[in-house]
Nanobody, 121 residues
């Protein structure tokens, strides 16, 4: 069984910073892309940032220049550094990973349980 466990959410004032972490554990042969998504109340889940196993990154336009994603492949962990936070960044943030559990298996998507980020004005 594979688990993604997120940490680092919380309440912060506008202009502040938070750092989210997401660690994958269990039987894991390899991890391809990892990423972050968010869902605000009444809205659909949206992409925030992704990072490949080689370190290539992709960001939503709304967070470019403010958020940075990185990963530690040895620890199966992905990070999201969020700076200059705005009230519109308030959402539940979910970690995602494309994981191959065994060499002969295809990759499957796994999701974390979500962590709340609230930015006050």
């Amino acid at each position: 069984q594979v688990q993604l466990v997120e940490s680092g959410g919380g309440l912060v004032q506008a202009g502040g910073s938070l750092r989210l972490s997401c660690a994958a554990s269990g039987i894991i042969f390899s991890i391809n892309a990892m990423g972050w998504y968010r869902q605000a109340p009444g809205k659909q889940r949206e992409l925030v940032a992704t990072i490949t196993s080689g370190g290539s990154t992709n960001y939503a336009d709304s967070v470019k220049g403010r958020f940075t994603t990185s990963r530690d492949n040895a620890k199966n962990t992905v990070y999201l550094q969020m700076n200059s936070l705005k009230p519109e960044d308030t959402a539940v943030y979910y970690c995602n990973a494309e994981i191959k559990r065994w060499a002969w298996m295809r990759e499957y998507d796994y999701w974390g349980q979500g962590t709340q980020v609230t930015v006050s004005s």
